[in-house]
């Protein structure tokens, strides 16, 4: 884990042109650290939807990561994260793939928008738009990617559902839940955290002087 968040830190460092201080590295070290915990606790089970779909809350710390260092940190925490699914895969890293192309869709308008104005309305917006392009991505990507590898209509048809039903009536209305359920924290958390992180960064610039 330390080796990995280590070359981890030389790609944002490369990415972002910008040297990454110690309080930078802390932060995206914990960032990472919780939405790997989140990713698997606590998971809430929705049968109302379908017995398989549960919710987490991974996304907020990539989210906070997103709106206070942009878009590449938030990537590389949503990267991390899969990475430590695949790495007990189930599903040859299909299911990783799917949830990453998800992820991505999610977390991308709100870390790339909040850069542009940073203020608390454009980030409500940001993650309003990143939970409908979600719940769009997510549709594409259980019909084309999920549903077949997990036994196709067949699969629903034994859960009393049809392709369309399931798509339309769990999957958006699901995806919609997570992304609202991700962005709440998000929006009350992010501004004390980013004061934190400045303060950080000040004690260790002078400390370093």
């Not at 769990?170 to 359920?181: E, Q, T, Y």
């Given at each position: ?152 209509e067949a699969m629903l048809q034994s859960a ?50």
């Open positions: 884990m330390h080796r990995l968040l280590r070359w981890g830190t030389i790609f944002l460092e490369v990415a972002m042109s910008k040297r990454m201080n110690t309080a930078r590295i802390t932060y995206v070290g914990m960032m990472v650290s919780l939405s790997v915990i989140l990713s698997y606790f606590p998971e809430i089970p929705l049968a109302f939807f379908a017995p398989w779909l549960k919710l987490d809350f991974s996304f907020v710390p990539m989210m906070l990561v997103g709106f206070s260092m942009g878009p590449v940190a938030s990537v590389f925490t949503l990267g991390i994260t899969m990475l430590f699914h695949g790495l007990g895969s189930t599903t040859g890293w299909v299911g990783e793939l799917a949830n990453l192309l998800m992820g991505l869709a999610f977390l991308l308008p709100g870390a790339i928008i909040y850069q542009k104005k940073r203020t608390k309305s454009v980030a409500l917006w940001s993650m309003l738009a990143g939970t409908i392009l979600m719940s769009l991505v997510a549709m594409a990507c259980n019909r084309y990617i999920l549903i077949p590898l997990y036994g196709g009393g559902r049809t392709m369309t039903s399931y798509i339309l009536f769990a999957i958006l209305p699901f995806n919609l839940l997570k992304g609202a359920v991700n962005s709440f924290p998000t929006f009350i958390l992010y501004k004390r955290l980013s004061i934190v992180l400045r303060e950080a960064e000040k004690k260790t610039d002078a400390s370093c002087q």
